[in-house]
């Protein structure tokens, strides 16, 4: 049971942290059709932002209490970077997918040298930061109090989000382009401006994503690459450009790891991999994406 | 104006007029010009060749599949892989030191991998075929990386030198390497690139280039849409495996970083680079990313951030490589007299 308990607190965490950086490119890909490879790149720098910016707030003296906003700020600051990126991304708007995805490609090969220049080759960690909110005891599981608020947070972003997407005037124009651009375009909007709003959200969901991550585990030069291939996996399961896709397949990957470091360590990535062609060949629009040639 | 830019984007002018074998003319300048290479490089100059005469094969395998059927394989570094470990556990573990040998089961190996994998494969296009090889090309690295028992996990599996005709040579690794085996990897490049040649001028390569055009017509014309798409699967698979085998002895090592994502993202960068839109083009990016490659790390250690901006410049100004450059070039040239 304890076992039980550890495998689903472990993964929900990572399920939370993964969800932000899908949801960012799950609402890229909804409306700038591109799949975007620098979201690992966005993940990684928010999270050795986040690092620099606990240790600022400290320099401040600021009580470490408040790490956990600190990592939130940090985040949408330096999600900020998505406006430049974009900038860049639009003029191949019109081109073939391929090349959007090798635009993006070269992004993240640019990120990991811009890492590498502020914060050297060497992980960098929070020492334990997260332990100033103690631990909870949850069904005779201990856990650290940090990782419940994060996953809360991330509720709260995710519910966010979806309300922003349905009930607010610019969600639904936000809709309509991602439906149709020229359409939206005829009737006023301006795309381009959409465009970059949309993709700078995008990018700040990956930075904060990062940030908050960051308490929890170190920052290295890899962990933009790796998560890229675990964020593709919870798309292709979700289903390209579906939130709720996001969700599931965040909610399934995150277990899935859990499950396997705790019985059979070999398979970690293995398994997420196997689910990922399992539900590409049975369902290859995803469990809730729209059907695809 | 953007119109414009966007429609050569998308449908790449794969084949120039049957009448005329530029293609083939521009790989045998290649092929000579490296056969002459020797009496002037410098050793080092001719050990980063033998690495480019691997991923040039396997180039011209991934553009059968990414310039003339239209499909991107975001996970084709798994057949360099299945190449380099098939040598590594000939060589090293079995004791199997011909190079033919190797090759051929490199090759059988290889097919039989892409038989299932493309079968599953080629029923996507677009960004899904991407994702779907991806995802193989991942589960391939973590089977590597994990188990340590069979593949020796992330420190991969040494390669003893191969008998090349079932001679050894004389000398160091380095001997070998700029010596008989240059040229073998060379003779390999020079025979599968005039197969490839073949191969695209083929009725089945023609099948290949109206699936890309326009799939629903050429089924409609009587081609086997998912059968043909298969075969330049296989195909691709084969030529990678090649490459692979011949990048594992010029490492001297087959490791599970020869077949993650990025070394697949590595392959259509030099395949872009050079131009997709043309036969030779992939082989002159590879030829162009390894020394490109070469001098921007040895320039500054910040390389990654050098070789990634060039590949969104390329992207945004020169979709069509250089080979497109080099074709618009001639073109004007030829206007002009």
Redesign the interface.
Same mark, same amino acid.
């Given at each position: 049971m304890t076992v039980f308990l550890d495998v689903l607190l472990g993964g929900v965490f990572h399920a939370a942290i993964l969800f932000l950086v899908a949801a960012g490119l799950q609402l890229v890909f909804g409306v700038q059709k591109i799949v975007n490879l620098a979201c690992g790149s966005f993940y990684a720098l928010g999270a050795y932002f986040g690092i620099t910016a606990v240790g600022f707030a400290a320099q401040l003296g600021l009580p470490s209490i408040l790490v956990l906003p600190v990592l939130i700020l940090a985040g949408l600051a330096i999600g900020l970077v998505g406006l430049p990126v974009e900038r860049v991304l639009r003029t191949i708007y019109n081109r073939d997918e391929s090349y959007q995805l090798l635009i993006t490609f070269g992004f993240l090969l640019m990120f990991q040298d811009v890492f590498r220049f502020f914060w050297g080759a060497t992980p960098r960690t929070l020492d334990n930061a997260y332990l100033v909110y103690g631990t909870a005891e949850f069904l005779g599981v201990q856990v650290p109090t940090y990782n419940l608020l994060v996953i809360a947070a991330s509720i709260a972003i995710a519910l966010g989000l979806g309300l922003f997407l349905q009930r607010t005037r610019m969600g639904r124009i936000i809709r309509a382009t991602a439906e149709n651009r020229n359409m939206t375009e005829a009737m006023g909007v301006d795309s381009n401006r959409i465009f970059a709003a949309v993709f700078t959200v995008g990018c700040m969901l990956g930075t904060v994503g990062g940030a908050l991550v960051v308490p929890a585990s170190a920052s290295s030069l890899d962990m933009a690459v790796e998560l890229v291939v675990e964020a593709f996996a919870v798309v292709v399961i979700g289903g390209l450009g579906s939130m709720r896709g996001a969700l599931a397949g965040a909610l399934i990957v995150g277990l899935i790891r859990a499950a396997a470091i705790m019985v059979l360590p070999e398979a970690e990535i293995l398994s997420i991999y196997v689910v990922v062609i399992a539900v590409l060949i049975l369902r290859p629009a995803g469990l809730f994406g729209r059907a695809v040639a | 104006m #953007? /119109?414009e830019?966007?429609v050569r984007?998308?449908a790449s002018p794969a084949a120039p007029p049957l009448s005329r074998p530029k293609g083939l003319w521009a790989l045998l300048v290649i092929v000579v010009a490296m056969a002459a290479l020797p009496l002037i490089a410098s050793t080092y100059t001719l050990t980063l060749m033998v690495p480019f005469f691997g991923f040039a094969i396997a180039l011209l395998g991934f553009n059968l599949l &990414?310039g003339y059927t239209g499909l991107?394989s975001?996970g084709h570094a798994m057949f360099l892989g299945v190449g380099a470990y098939a040598t590594a556990v000939l060589t090293s573990k079995l004791g199997v030191r011909s190079f033919e040998l190797v090759l051929l089961t490199a090759i059988a190996v290889s097919a039989l991998i892409a038989l299932p994998v493309g079968y599953?494969c080629v #029923?996507?296009? #677009? /960004?899904?075929f991407?994702?779907?090889t991806?995802?193989?090309g991942?589960?391939f690295h973590?089977?590597l990386?994990? &188990?340590y028992g069979l593949t020796g996990g992330d420190q991969g599996m040494r390669v003893v030198r191969p008998l090349l005709f079932g001679m050894d040579s004389a000398g160091g690794k380095t001997a070998f390497l700029t010596g008989p085996f240059y040229y073998y990897a060379l003779g390999l490049l020079a025979v599968l690139g005039f197969v490839m040649w073949r191969i695209v001028r083929s009725p089945f390569g023609l099948h290949l280039q109206a699936i890309r055009e326009n799939a629903q017509k050429a089924s409609y014309l009587g081609v086997q849409v998912s059968r043909t798409r298969l075969a330049a699967f296989v195909i691709s698979a084969i030529y990678g495996a090649v490459g692979g085998a011949i990048l594992a002895v010029s490492i001297g090592l087959a490791d599970p970083e020869m077949v993650? %994502?990025?070394q697949s993202?590595n392959l259509? &960068?030099m395949a872009?680079l050079g131009g997709s839109g043309s036969f030779v083009g992939p082989v002159i990016g590879g030829l162009a990313f390894v020394l490109l490659h070469d001098s921007v790390m040895a320039a500054t250690?910040? %390389? #990654? &951030?050098v070789?990634?901006?060039?590949?969104?410049l390329l992207? /945004?100004f020169f979709?069509r490589g250089i080979a497109g450059i080099a074709g618009d070039v001639v073109a004007r040239f030829r206007k002009g007299s």
């Open positions: - | #953007r /119109i830019t966007s984007a998308v &990414f991107l975001f599953l #029923r996507y296009t #677009r /960004i899904f991407g994702m779907l991806l995802a193989f991942m589960l973590s089977i990386f994990k &188990f993650y %994502w990025t993202g259509v &960068f872009v250690q910040y %390389w #990654r &951030f070789m990634g901006a060039i590949l969104v992207v /945004i979709p």
